[in-house]
């Protein structure tokens, strides 16, 4: 919901990113975006005073939840992002995430799986001016739009059994994809993909981590 960014707002995302920093988060285009991005916008507006703890997640509809803020910066930092690169988010979910990439300027495609939460965050980012293009379908296949792909880099918001291969086959030859891997012990990994053979490819651990799981191979929820 769009309400007011009033300078308590500000003031708060200015803390928050000063506490993200001193919690490594280095990259200063991540902590810029996040300083630019009003959180509480995403959110119900019973949360507003809580929205800049950087270690909060909070729920969403469709039982799901926005991320906290640090896991947002450190999911993004991983990504290494520059300006107009191609991303794939699967798991729009609330639509800060979307946001942040809108703000560092990427070329933002977003897929999410469900119906309710995908109308009204795509409503939402439209009011917002934050210019994803946004689809619905079952993100484990990845967008399977031929014409946007490949992608320079993908992010997965929810916490994947294991790394898609469908999702692998649409990240460009030198592009990174950071995913959650595991059903109750996640961990955060990061693949950079080398050359289209697999041997070529490189994953990194960075790191435990607790996501709302993806539901592979299910057809998207309608209602």
Sequence with gaps: MITTDTLLDQG???RMCERLRNNGISQEAV????????????????????????????????????????????????LDIAPEMKVLEIGTGSGYQTAVLCQMKAKVYTIERQK??????????????????C?????????????????????????????PNDVVKQLKVGGKLVVPVGETNQQMVRL????????????????????????????????
């Design 12 to 14: 708060r995302r200015r």
């Design 31 to 78: 902590l810029e975006a996040m300083r630019q991005v009003p959180r509480h916008w995403f959110m119900d507006i019973s949360f507003r005073d809580m929205a800049y703890e950087e270690n909060q997640a909070f729920p969403i509809a469709c039982q799901q939840t926005i991320s906290q803020p640090w896991t947002v910066a450190f999911q993004t930092q991983l």
């Design 116 to 133: 309710g939460l995908f109308d009204a965050t795509k409503a939402l980012l439209s009011a917002a001016h934050y210019r994803a293009k």
């Design 135 to 163: 689809f619905l379908g079952d993100g484990f296949q990845g967008l399977k739009e031929v014409d946007y792909g490949p992608y320079d880099r993908i992010i997965i918001t929810c916490g994947a059994p294991s790394i």
């Design 192 to 223: 950079i993909k080398n050359s289209e053979d697999e041997s070529g490819w490189i994953t990194e651990e960075h790191g435990n981590c607790k996501f709302v799981p993806m539901l592979q191979g299910r057809a998207f929820q309608r209602s």
